[in-house]
């Protein structure tokens, strides 16, 4: 089973958490696993720094050789969902079956892909869920002070994704093999929400397959500081910046999701 795994990363002071993200993707059992990690226009020393950490990192011969992707623009604007397309391409060539996408400051537990893997190969769907933890954190100077665990994505079809997101970016593997490729890509207009875009269009016209969920794969973590965080509703209170900017890619969202066509197959409940 052949999985590659996007991990977009923008902050070099962040290290350590990309360190972690890449661990739990060294450590997957029964499958190889190749890392795409997309960088948001890094200097060429920072781009040696992310490439030492891959290679002190990924060292078993199972896995297949990691790549690094370095967007270089003249743009300061935020490229998440560019960043995301461009791994994206890169999987396309790979000629691997799967994939699958994990924020650089979440990680997996080393059953997941497997997990997955096995259930796109043993079903029709096209992509398969299962279930992450939520761990709230304090960030300190060496580590991150893990101060509650709860499990609160709660949701159990493709008609409550449809409804709101139950399902963080790494819950899910995407069997690419079949899948119309004009679906596969984020919204560039888009800087907030662009996951939770890109997952309806996918899953609107494809069978899904929902067993998993229950069992965890994942560790979804939270800052106590917000720097990481998606507001959890429009109580949150924000700069009147970063809220402007909700409200716009919330209006997109909608405007975008009232348009998706959605068939659905007897996998998805």
Request: with cysteine; hydrophobic share 40%; proline share 3%.
């Amino acid at each position: 089973m052949s999985v590659s795994c996007v991990i977009r990363f923008h902050d070099i002071d962040s290290t350590a958490y990309l360190e972690r993200a890449l661990h739990s993707l060294h450590t997957q059992v029964d499958v190889s696993v190749k890392p795409i990690v997309v960088l948001q226009r890094f200097s060429n020393s920072e781009v040696a720094t992310v490439e030492a950490i891959l290679s002190r990192n990924w060292y078993f011969p199972e896995h297949q050789e990691p790549e690094i992707i370095n967007l270089q623009d003249e743009s300061n604007v935020d490229a998440r969902s560019q960043l995301m397309n461009l791994g994206i391409n890169c999987h396309m060539k790979s000629g691997n079956s799967y994939l699958g996408f994990l924020d650089y400051d979440d990680f997996l537990y080393s059953q997941a892909y497997s997990m997955l893997t096995t259930t796109l190969s043993e079903s029709n769907a096209a992509v398969a869920f299962a279930s992450v933890e939520l761990a709230k954190v304090i960030p300190l100077k060496d580590y991150d002070f893990v101060y509650e665990m709860s499990k609160p994505f709660v949701g159990k079809n493709k008609i409550d994704l449809l409804r709101d997101n139950f399902c963080p970016l790494h819950s899910y593997l995407i069997k690419t093999d079949g899948i119309d490729e004009s679906l596969l890509y984020f919204r560039e207009n888009m800087i907030r929400v662009e996951d939770y875009e890109f997952l309806i269009r996918l899953v609107g016209t494809n069978p899904c397959d929902f067993s998993n969920l229950g069992k965890f794969i994942g560790c979804y973590v939270m800052r106590s500081d917000g720097s990481n965080t998606t507001p959890w509703s429009a109580q949150v209170k924000e700069g009147e910046s970063r809220t402007n900017i909700w409200a716009e890619n919330v209006k997109l969202l909608n405007m975008y999701k009232s348009s998706t066509e959605v068939k659905f197959y007897a996998s998805d409940f």
